[in-house]
C-alpha cells in the first residue's frame, strides 16, 4: 500500500466519512487515490473554508472534522481556520502537502514552513519522514484532536512519502509518553468546592464551551437547581443551559446581559466551568467578581490562574467533576440557602427583559433576531459571523440546546460563520441549519455559495445588511468622535443577484414581519438560500467599554419596562439590582 | 510586582526535531522572558534535558511549567530548588596576550579560578571554565583589562542534588 492509501485507510479506522478539501500539485497523488476510495470529498471554493466547514462540522458534532489542502499557498490559506479551531478547542485535523522530502528546505515551488507556521496555532502537528509513520501519526491525531482540550492538529504530508510503500498495519499502538489529559478531578478539592458552595448566599455559576464539549449540559441544569445558583454563559458556552430557564442570565461579558453582569459583580460564589475568562467575559480584571470566592473547573490545567485567581482550582472532566459535586452536596443536604438570591436575581431579570419588537424601518437588528427566534426550532444549529450580527444574536436569541450556536469567539474571524453552517449541515443532515453573517462578513466567503450550489446544501444564510463594517463602526461612534474610518462599505453588491449568479435562491426582507415567513419557507424548501435583510445602521448594541467593568455599560439598554427616559438605564438598574 | 526571581526549569523532552522550536517559541508566543536554553541528551536515548532558565514572579512561573507541560513533546517539567540544585555553566574567552606578562597573568587568574588554558597562538590564549554563571562572570571581569576577543558561553544546565530526579 502507498502512503496516500494508508492515510486514507486511516481516516476511514478513525470514523471519517467526510473531508473538505482543495486539491492541488503536491497533493496529486493523494487525490489520485481519493478518487478510488469511498471518502465523501467536498471541494470547497477556497482553503479557509475548508478548515472552517471542518470546525463547523466538529462543534456541531463533537466529532473530528478534517480539511484538506494543498502545500504552500493552500496551507496559508488554511491558517487562519486552524488558528480558529485552535482559540476555541475545537477538533480538527488538517492535512496539507508538502514538497517532497528531497525538497524541503530549497524553497522549492509552492513550499512553505507548514510545521513553523502552524506551531503556535495547533495543539500539535506531524510531518511523516517515511509512509511507514503514517497509520500511527493520524491515530495520534485523531487522539490528541479530540481529547483532553480538544483543538486542531496539523498533518504535513510531503509528496513523494503520499507515494512510498509501505506495510499497512491496522492496530498501530500510539505512544505519547508526553500527553495524559487529566480527567477526574480531585476529590479533596471538589469536597471544598461543595462545601464553599454549600455556605454561599449568592452563588453564581458562569458555563463556558467546555461545557458543551464535555456534553454536561444535564449536570450543569441539575447542579444550578440542586443550589440554586443562577447560570450565565461565556459566548462559546451558549446552549450550554436553557437560555428560556428561570435561572439563566443569558450572556456575560462586553456585549452581556445587564442581569448577568450584575449578578457576577455581586455574587458571593462563583462556579466557573470550562472557560477561560477572556478578557471579552470578565471585563476589567481587578473588578471581575471582587467579592467572591471563584472556583475554576477545567479541564486544561493551564487555563486556572492564568487570567483570574482562584480560590479552588479543580483539574479534570466537567461532566466527571460536575457530578461528583452534585453527588457531594446533595449528601451535605445544603440546598436552598440561595432561595433570596434567586427571587432577587429574578425580580432584576423581570425589569430587564430586553425589548425586542419594534416595527421601524429600517429593521431594528432586534426586530430581526426576534424573527429568526421565531422561525426556528430548538433543534436548529445557528451559526454567526463576527461583528455586530454576532452580538445582537449572541445577546437576544435564545439559545435552549448544546451545539446548535456556533460562534467564533476567541480568534472572532470574519468570514466563519456560513463556512461552519456548511460544516455542520453536513455533520447533522437531520437538523435545519441558519447562519447569520453581517454584509462585510459574508462577502469574505460568498464564493462558498458555488459549494452548497454544487453539493445542495440546504442552509440558509441570513445576510443583516446594513452597508456598514457595522461593529468597527459602532466602536468609531463610541470611541473615535464618530470618525466613520473605512467602515462604510458602499452600495454594492446586489446580494440578491449575487446569490442567483450562483444559482442559489435568495429573497430580500426589509420591513418588520417578512424575515419570519421568508426563513420559515426557506428552512422548509430544502434548498440553500440567501436572504438579504435590510437592517438599520444605526442601532447600537450597549457595551462594556474595553478596560471597564462588567457592570460600566454605554450605550442605551432597550428593555421592555424602559421608555426611553433619558437616564442610562444602568444607573436604575444599579438601584435596582441592590447590594 | 511580587518576587520577582530567576528560576531554573529543568524539563524531559522527546529527541525529535521541532522540539527546541515548540519550548522556545513559547516564550517568545507567552512573553515570558527566558534567559537561557539548554539542550542536549539524558540517560535515556530517545529523551532530551533541557534546562530553562526564566525570570519573573510565582504566577509567571506557574503559567511556563503549565504551558510548557502541554506541549505534547514534553514529558516532564519542574522548577529546581536552588539550594538544592547543582548547576554549571560551561565558557570558553579567547584572551588577547602579546605579552609574557600578560600570559602569565592570565594563567594565574586561569589557576585561581580553576579554570584550563585549552589553546595558545602567539597573540591570544584561549580558556574554558566551568562552573557558576557568577563565576564565569568574576573571571570574565578579571580578564578584561586585557582585551578579550570572543566569548562563547553554553547558558547553565542543571539537575537535582543527591538522589533525587526529575
Ligand atoms: C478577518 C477579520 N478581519 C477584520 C476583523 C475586524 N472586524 C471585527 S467586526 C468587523 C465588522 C464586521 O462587519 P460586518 O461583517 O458587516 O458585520 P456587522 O458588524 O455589520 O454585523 C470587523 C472589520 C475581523 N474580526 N476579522
Redesign the pocket.
Known amino acids: 500500500m502507498r502512503g496516500g492509501e494508508a492515510l486514507l485507510k486511516s481516516l476511514e479506522n478513525q470514523g471519517v466519512d467526510v473531508v473538505f478539501g482543495y486539491p492541488g500539485g503536491q497533493l496529486l497523488p493523494l487525490y489520485d487515490m481519493i478518487y478510488d476510495s469511498d471518502l465523501r470529498h467536498i471541494l470547497v471554493r477556497h482553503e479557509q473554508c475548508a478548515a472552517h466547514a471542518a470546525d463547523g462540522y466538529a462543534r456541531a458534532s463533537g466529532k473530528v472534522g478534517v480539511c484538506i489542502a494543498t502545500s504552500g499557498p493552500g496551507a496559508t490559506n488554511l491558517v487562519t481556520g486552524i488558528a480558529t479551531a485552535y482559540m476555541d478547542s475545537s477538533p480538527i485535523v488538517a492535512i496539507a502537502g508538502q514538497v517532497p522530502t528531497g525538497l524541503i528546505g530549497n524553497d522549492a515551488f509552492q513550499e512553505v514552513d507548514t510545521i513553523g507556521m502552524t506551531m503556535p496555532i495547533t495543539k500539535h502537528n506531524f510531518q511523516p519522514i517515511t509512509s511507514k509513520e503514517i497509520p500511527e501519526m493520524v491515530k495520534s491525531a485523531f487522539y490528541i484532536a479530540g481529547t483532553g482540550r480538544p483543538g486542531p492538529v496539523v498533518l504535513d504530508l510531503p509528496k513523494d512519502i503520499q507515494e512510498q510503500e509501505l506495510d499497512f498495519e491496522n492496530d498501530v499502538k500510539i505512544t505519547l509518553p508526553g500527553y495524559k489529559p487529566t480527567r477526574k478531578g480531585h476529590p479533596l478539592q471538589i469536597k471544598r468546592a461543595a462545601s464553599l458552595i454549600g455556605n454561599a448566599k449568592k452563588p453564581v455559576i458562569l458555563a463556558g464551551g467546555g461545557v458543551i464539549i464535555s456534553n454536561s449540559s444535564g449536570e450543569l441544569l441539575k447542579l444550578s437547581e440542586l443550589v440554586g445558583a443562577p447560570v450565565t454563559t461565556s459566548l462559546l458556552g451558549k446552549g450550554s443551559f436553557p437560555e428560556d430557564h428561570d435561572l439563566s442570565l443569558g450572556m456575560l461579558g462586553m456585549h452581556g446581559r445587564l442581569p448577568a453582569n450584575f449578578a457576577v459583580d455581586k455574587c458571593d460564589c462563583l462556579i466557573a466551568v470550562g472557560c477561560r475568562f477572556s478578557d471579552r467575559t470578565t471585563g476589567k480584571i481587578s473588578e471581575f467578581a471582587k467579592g467572591a470566592k471563584i472556583i475554576h473547573i477545567d479541564i486544561d490545567p493551564a487555563e486556572i490562574g492564568k487570567n483570574v485567581d482562584v480560590d479552588i482550582p479543580i483539574v479534570g472532566d466537567a461532566k466527571i467533576i460536575l457530578s461528583n459535586l452534585i453527588r457531594a452536596i446533595s449528601q451535605n443536604k445544603m440546598s436552598n440557602k440561595s432561595m433570596e438570591w434567586v427571587n432577587r436575581v429574578k425580580n432584576f431579570k423581570q425589569t430587564c427583559i430586553p425589548k425586542m419588537s419594534f416595527d421601524d424601518t429600517p429593521l431594528k437588528p432586534q426586530q430581526v433576531i426576534r424573527e429568526i427566534a421565531e422561525a426556528v426550532d430548538d433543534d436548529t444549529i445557528v451559526t454567526t ?5 454576532q452580538m445582537w444574536m449572541a445577546h437576544y436569541f435564545t439559545s435552549r440546546k448544546p451545539k446548535t450556536f456556533l460562534s467564533s469567539g476567541g480568534l ?4 466563519f460563520g456560513f463556512p461552519a453552517a456548511i460544516g455542520a449541515k453536513v455533520a447533522m443532515p437531520e437538523s435545519d441549519v441558519v447562519a447569520v ?6 462577502l ?1 466567503v460568498s464564493q462558498e455559495l458555488a459549494t452548497v450550489k454544487e453539493y445542495d446544501i440546504p442552509v440558509v444564510i441570513c445576510v ?1 445588511d ?1 452597508r ?5 463602526a459602532q466602536w468609531q461612534n463610541l470611541f473615535y468622535e464618530k470618525r466613520l474610518s473605512h467602515t462604510h ?1 458602499g452600495e454594492s453588491p446586489d446580494f440578491v443577484k449575487l446569490a442567483e449568479a450562483f444559482g442559489v435562491a435568495a429573497d430580500r426582507v426589509e420591513r418588520p414581519g417578512e424575515l419570519r415567513e421568508v426563513l420559515s419557507s426557506a428552512i422548509n424548501s430544502g434548498e440553500p438560500t440567501l436572504i438579504d435583510v435590510t437592517i438599520d445602521p444605526d442601532e447600537i448594541l450597549p457595551m462594556v467599554p474595553p478596560g471597564c467593568g462588567l457592570t460600566e455599560i454605554v450605550g442605551e439598554y432597550k428593555t421592555e419596562s424602559n421608555n426611553s427616559e433619558d437616564v442610562p438605564y444602568h444607573e436604575t438598574a444599579k438601584e435596582r439590582a441592590g447590594d | 510586582m511580587e518576587d520577582q526571581r530567576t528560576h531554573i526549569i529543568s524539563a524531559l523532552v522527546l529527541h525529535k526535531p521541532g522540539v527546541l522550536q515548540r519550548v522556545a517559541g513559547l516564550f517568545t508566543r507567552r512573553g515570558f522572558n527566558i534567559e537561557s536554553i539548554t539542550v542536549g541528551t539524558s540517560e535515556q536515548e530517545e529523551i532530551a534535558r533541557m534546562t530553562i532558565i526564566a525570570k519573573g514572579d510565582g504566577k509567571v512561573l506557574e503559567q511556563i511549567t503549565k504551558q510548557l507541560n502541554k506541549i505534547i513533546d514534553v514529558i516532564k517539567v519542574r522548577d529546581l530548588e536552588p539550594e538544592n540544585t547543582v548547576k554549571r555553566e560551561l565558557c570558553l574567552i579567547k584572551v588577547h596576550s602579546p605579552t609574557e606578562k600578560v600570559r602569565a597573568e592570565v594563567v594565574q587568574y586561569v589557576n585561581i579560578f580553576r579554570g584550563h588554558v585549552i589553546d595558545v597562538s602567539p597573540e591570544t590564549l584561549t580558556i574554558e571554565m566551568t562552573g557558576a554563571s557568577d563565576k564565569i562572570d568574576a573571571l570574565i571581569d578579571l580578564v578584561k583589562g586585557f582585551g578579550i576577543k570572543e566569548i562563547a558561553r553554553t547558558g547553565p544546565t542543571a539537575m537535582s542534588r543527591g538522589i533525587k530526579t526529575i
Open positions: 459571523d463576527v461583528g455586530q450580527n472572532g474571524t470574519m468570514g453573517a453581517g454584509d462585510g462578513g459574508f469574505m443583516l446594513n456598514y463594517l457595522g461593529m468597527v462599505l
